[in-house]
């Protein structure tokens, strides 16, 4: 698979590489070719692989609960939860509490989006969870076992195909998440790899025999032996291998520093004479489905709410919220207001506090005096954002 043009004309690009090359000193050019030529030979391969093994049975997290599973909705659910979220909270929080409440796919298909959602609750990106219900509606209970029926699932792209075919029907395809991305650069010292290159690679170095502990070993290796900060090349058993390992540092490069966008609105929460607040469900790709209050910019004067003009002087201002999305910070004052719209969206307090909602609409709660914050924590970041506004 791997001969010939790509290893030849990586070799020649490196030459005009003098940068990395005589990074601190040292020689990387030819440790990199030789890496490269070390890993075509067949039994270098296999020597790697069964290193590799041994190390998997040795220091592998093999009793992680979707690990030990033959239930391949579990193994699916697992590896939905786990793409934005760390493996604590989803084991401490979210996995088992979820396939308690929908057991099966079946289960989950028959649940009602809001059920759903509410279950979700916390772990964010809640599109996961509204495709997760999509797949369980569209495959009838029971999950296609190849890479091309799992990506015609909706929410499930090439990454996550892999991954269930590998893990949950022991398909011969190679898992490439974010911590095998990293092992992969390093092991064949690409600073600046595109997707098909990575997936290349990948598919070069899988062991075609046992895709399963290969690539359970290769996410444990990138979560904890070649870490972003401190790779241990000494214990690694890629080290053989690794044309990187010279100065891993420089493998990948390092992205440019994201620039924090901040939101700054007005949220408005309409209680009427019986004593209901209004909050209805957002129709938008982001915090699709979830409930919220009505809002608006920071810098308009008054809210336009059902056609009526409600100006923020004739409320009251409760406090104020920060709330860091992954693509921006939200800083919303609250205010609470009196309104008589009749229509659909008015909850009782003991209802509202039980609607799926994002956690900023959590936070209004606990400003409402409706629930109280999670932590001393939490209660202390809010009343720090509360003196900032
Ligand atoms: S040898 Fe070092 S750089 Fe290479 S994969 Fe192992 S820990 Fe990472």
Redesign the pocket.
């Known amino acids: 698979m791997w001969r010939g043009g790509k290893s030849y004309t990586r070799a020649a690009s490196l030459k005009s590489e003098d940068k990395i090359m005589t990074y601190a000193g040292k020689h990387i050019d030819s440790a990199v070719v030789l890496g490269y030529r070390r890993i075509m030979h067949h039994e270098v391969l296999r020597s790697f692989h069964r290193k590799l093994h041994r190390w998997y049975d040795s220091q592998g997290r093999k009793d992680l609960p979707w690990r030990v599973t033959s239930d391949s909705y579990a193994v699916y659910l697992s590896e939905i939860m786990l793409q934005q979220t760390q493996v604590k909270t989803v084991l401490e929080r979210y996995y088992f509490q979820f396939l308690k409440r929908f057991p099966t796919l079946s289960a989950l298909a028959s649940a009602k989006q809001d059920e759903v959602l509410q279950a979700w609750q916390g772990l964010g990106y809640y599109t996961r969870a509204l495709n997760l219900h999509k797949a369980a509606q569209r495959c009838g209970g029971i999950l296609p076992e190849t890479v091309d029926g799992l990506m015609a699932l909706p929410g499930i792209g090439r990454n996550t195909a892999h991954a269930v075919a590998a893990f949950a029907f022991h398909q011969p395809v190679a898992v490439m998440e974010a911590n095998v991305r990293r092992?992969l650069s390093?092991?064949f010292a690409l600073s600046k790899a595109g997707e098909d290159e990575l997936w290349d690679r990948a598919a070069q170095l899988l062991d075609k025999g046992n895709p399963f502990d290969y690539n359970q070993a290769m996410m444990d290796?990138g979560a904890t032996?070649?870490t972003r900060r401190a790779?241990?090349?000494s214990e690694?058993p890629?080290?053989d291998i690794?044309a990187?390992?010279v100065a891993?540092e420089l493998y990948p490069a390092a992205k440019p520093k994201k620039i924090v966008n901040v939101r700054r609105k007005h949220i408005v929460v309409f209680k009427n004479s019986k004593g209901q607040f209004y909050a209805q469900p957002r129709q938008s790709r982001f915090l699709n489905g979830l409930y919220h209050f009505a809002e608006t910019d920071a810098g308009d004067p008054h809210l336009i709410w059902q056609g009526l003009r409600y100006a923020f002087s004739k409320g009251k201002r409760l406090g104020a919220i920060r709330q860091q999305y992954s693509h921006f910070t939200l800083e919303a004052d609250i205010w609470l207001m009196a309104a008589e719209h009749s229509g659909r969206h008015w909850h009782k307090p003991g209802a509202l506090v039980h609607l799926p909602v994002s956690m900023a609409e959590k936070k209004v709660m606990v400003l409402l005096g409706l629930t109280k914050a999670g932590t001393d924590t939490a209660r202390a970041k809010m009343a720090k954002t509360d003196r900032k506004q």
């Open positions: 092992v390093r092991v290796i032996v070649c790779p241990r090349c690694c890629l080290a690794c990187g390992k891993p």
